[in-house]
């Protein structure tokens, strides 16, 4: 038995009986439980319960086995005088306050629903990837909706807050923020953080004043990049590798990556860093420097694909690396690629920039966007799919997402709505 399960019960007062009695055999009614309390402290704060006709306020405490109470030595802490209840599973000892007055016990065993305890104690033994798979089907097509998008909105909020500190690292640069978060999704997983160095390393001023010219753009980016270090066979990679030269020259540029810091292994030529670092320059050109300007003023999905999507310089149309000729294909940014960026970077910009602000429309405009997108194909929307939920599009899906991760990977089942309906009314498991 887990102290979680104990804290579950209590609050949701899923009691199989309606009259109740503490351990030393007195009336005990249950007005309010109380705010379950995440800080240091009683379990429950404020509560409200009856015993023997007597009203009293207070705190709950909450142990598997009485005895915990002097385990944990609450007993000698004054911040526990005011526990007006103490709720156990089994009662092994009787437990004082530090002012030597004695608490009363609720033994949970004597009134929880054995059938609830089963479900419980399944969710969290078997082995399957969504603890309550073999259940799912039990949970209301509405519950579940409704628990994703409150999910959803949890995951923009955890992302707002990681790309708020980087608003105070580019000093409030709505701008360069824009640029580091796309450019890191751009570059996918084994280069993400490669690529938000890069965008670090390389002067944002310069990048916005270089917006029209292709040759200077892609200097500065190779450049800063560390790739362009070698020797060449190829005239462009050589005038990129001269003019690098003068823009060092020109400006004091911040130091360089190492090339080594790169990814190429196990990867499709289409996403080498070399052809993503021309996709990031065709943004920046086709936006005209003002990238989240123009990402933020757009109303239509298609228009903001059209910047994601920009057609990339000429050269890479035989070449996924410099240096290195192969097969003529187009090398403008796929749409699955496109989408990770939207769902990513850009949605997600849209709600940090509309809570900043304090503009609803503009955070309206990043769950819209989400909408609009298709859902993402990867494992753990597969996982979904196999259990017959099927996102209807990208808001679903990364929805689905915060739910495996933050709720069922972790056997966080009861803190979730799903996990709630499940041990509330579900059969017992097999």
């Known amino acids: 038995m887990k102290e979680d399960f104990l804290v579950y019960i209590w609050k949701h007062r899923l009691l199989q009986r309606k009259k109740l009695a503490t351990s030393d055999g007195k009336s005990l009614e249950i007005l309010f439980p109380g705010y379950e309390n995440t800080n240091a402290g009683p379990d429950f704060l404020a509560a409200q319960i009856r015993i023997d006709g007597t009203l009293w306020a207070g705190n709950v405490e909450i142990h598997v086995m009485s005895s915990y109470w002097y385990i944990h030595k609450h007993h000698a802490d004054k911040s526990y005088d005011n526990i007006i209840l103490h709720v156990v599973y089994e009662c092994d000892k009787e437990a004082a306050r530090m002012n030597g007055g004695t608490i009363p016990h609720l ?17 969290m033994q078997n082995k399957h990837l969504i603890p309550c798979e073999k259940l799912l089907g039990t949970v209301n097509n509405s519950t579940f909706k409704l628990w994703i ?6 995951r923009l909020e955890r992302k707002a807050i990681d790309a708020a500190r980087f608003l105070n690292y580019f000093e409030n640069d709505w ?12 570059g996918g997983k084994p280069n993400a953080s490669t690529f938000g160095l890069l965008i670090q390393r390389t002067p944002h001023r310069l990048l916005i004043k270089n917006h029209d010219n292709s040759m200077a753009l892609e200097a500065l980016l190779f450049g800063q990049a560390g790739l362009l270090e070698k020797d060449f066979h190829e005239s462009y990679p050589v005038q990129l590798k001269n003019e690098y030269k003068y823009l060092c020259k020109k400006y004091e540029l911040p ?6 810091l790169w990814k190429y292994s196990r990867m499709r030529p289409a996403n080498f860093p ?13 936006s005209q420097g003002k990238l989240f300007q123009q990402l933020l003023g757009m109303k239509e999905i ?22 290195t000729v192969s097969k003529k294909t187009g090398k403008k940014m796929g749409a ?10 850009v949605a997600p910009l849209f709600f940090v920039y509309g809570k900043e602000r ?29 259990l017959g939920r099927i996102p209807d599009n990208a808001s679903e899906s990364q929805g689905m997402t915060e739910l495996y991760i933050q709720y069922c990977m972790p056997r966080k089942c009861l803190k979730c709505s799903v996990g709630h309906q499940v041990l509330k009314r579900g059969p017992a498991l097999s």
């Not at 130091?255 to 080594?260: A, F, G, P, S, V």
């Not at 070399?274 to 086709?286: N, T």
């Not at 769950?367 to 609009?372: F, I, Q, R, V, Y």
């Open 336 to 345: 699955a690629a496109a989408d990770n960026i939207m769902i990513n970077a």
């Open 175 to 186: 701008e360069h923020l824009c640029l580091y978060l796309i450019a890191r999704y751009l």
């Open 274 to 286: 070399d052809v993503r670092i021309s996709q990031l320059a065709a943004m920046i050109r086709a």
């Open 302 to 323: 298609k228009t903001l694909y059209e910047i994601m999507r920009a057609k990339v310089n000429s050269y890479w149309d035989t070449h996924y690396r410099l240096d």
């Open 149 to 154: 998008y409150r999910l959803l909105i949890c």
């Open 358 to 386: 304090h503009r609803q429309y503009i955070l309206d405009h990043g769950l819209d966007l989400l909408s609009e997108i298709k859902a993402e194909k990867n494992r753990v929307i597969k996982i979904w799919k196999q």
């Open 255 to 260: 130091e360089r990556l190492e090339e080594r």
């Open 107 to 123: 033994v949970l065993k004597n009134y929880t629903d054995p059938q609830l305890e089963t479900r419980y104690q399944m969710l």
